[in-house]
């Protein structure tokens, strides 16, 4: 429902939605891999500190 307001324009106008410029997409992409990169630090901190890996990928 959220995207269909986004993606229709006349729903979009009811909202008074307007497009994003490049500056804002740019802090919108970055502040989306914030929490990535949080949970990663996590992570390295985890295993450090407790010994234990949280998730590891085997191939097989």
Not at 33 to 56: A, C, D, H, S, T
């Amino acid at each position: 429902m959220q995207v269909t307001v986004v993606i229709i324009p006349q729903i979009a106008d009811i909202f008074k939605l307007v497009p994003l410029n490049k500056i804002q997409w740019l802090y919108t992409i970055i502040i989306s891999f914030i929490p990535l990169i949080i949970m990663e630090i996590q992570k390295k901190i985890n295993e450090i500190k407790f010994g234990k890996v949280v998730y590891k990928q085997e191939y097989q």
